[in-house]
Structures are given as C-alpha cells and as structure tokens.
C-alpha cells in the first residue's frame, strides 16, 4: 500500500515562498502520476497541480500558473511543491495523492474524485 506524508508547511507572509515535500512508501513511487490538492476552510477540496509518471508533463491549477512548481525525485521516492509570492488566497492545507494518468507515463489529471492514498496534509497559512 502507498503511504504519503507531506511536511513544510507552515506561517509566512504575502509574497514569501515556502516548499513542500510528500514523502512516499510502500511502493515503487514511479510507478505512479502524483498531484497536491488544497483544502481552505469552508470549502471544497482544489487539484493544484500534478506530474505525470514520466515528470515531463505538469498541470496547475489557473490561480497558481506561474507560482508554484512541482517536481518529482523518484530515487528519492520524493515530491514536491515550490510555492512562491504566496498570497492570502493560498491558505490551506495541502495534499500530496496519487493521482490518474490513464495508463500513460505522460499525462495527469487533478480530477480529485479519482485520486487516492491522501496523506494527511500539512497547514500553509498566508498572512502578515
């Protein structure tokens, strides 16, 4: 069975960086297309971005293009999420999940219905 466990989250201010890690095991983590979700408090859980198996393809979410980076270390058994200029808005907690790639080393999809092995997030607060 997949476990993840996110850590790096925690207090900074609009317009800092921070950089979070999923750390995988219990299976090959290449195998897998991997994604971070969000969830802000009163609302419904938002597919940020996801990497394919292969690492070449990555999807964001329109609020963080530009922002925000994922990259995968599959040696490592690693995932991560470069956060920078964070705003309010980005106030969450954060999901690291496997995610669908339909069979393909070079797709991804944030569709959070389709997603599983959910670590148990970790607390990204923006604010001043």
């Known amino acids: 069975q997949l476990q993840l466990v996110e850590s790096g989250g925690g207090l900074v201010q609009p317009g800092g960086s921070l950089r979070l890690s999923c750390a995988a095991s219990?299976?090959?983590?290449?195998?897998?297309?991997l994604g971070w979700f969000r969830q802000a408090p009163g609302k419904e859980r938002e597919g940020v971005s996801c990497?394919?198996?292969?690492?070449?393809?990555?999807n964001y979410a329109d609020s963080v293009k530009g922002r925000f980076t994922i990259s995968r270390d599959n040696a490592s058994h690693m995932l991560y999420l470069q956060m920078t200029n964070l705003k309010p808005e980005d106030t969450a907690i954060y999901y690291c999940?496997?995610?669908?790639?339909?069979?393909?080393?070079?797709?991804?999809?944030?569709?959070?219905?389709?997603?599983?092995?959910w670590g148990q997030g970790t607390q990204v607060t923006v604010s001043s």
């Open positions: 999940a496997r995610v669908q790639g339909y069979g393909s080393r070079h797709y991804c999809s944030l569709e959070k219905e389709k997603a599983s092995y």
């Open positions: 219990g299976r090959i983590l290449d195998n897998y297309a």
């Open positions: 990497i394919s198996v292969s690492g070449g393809v990555q």
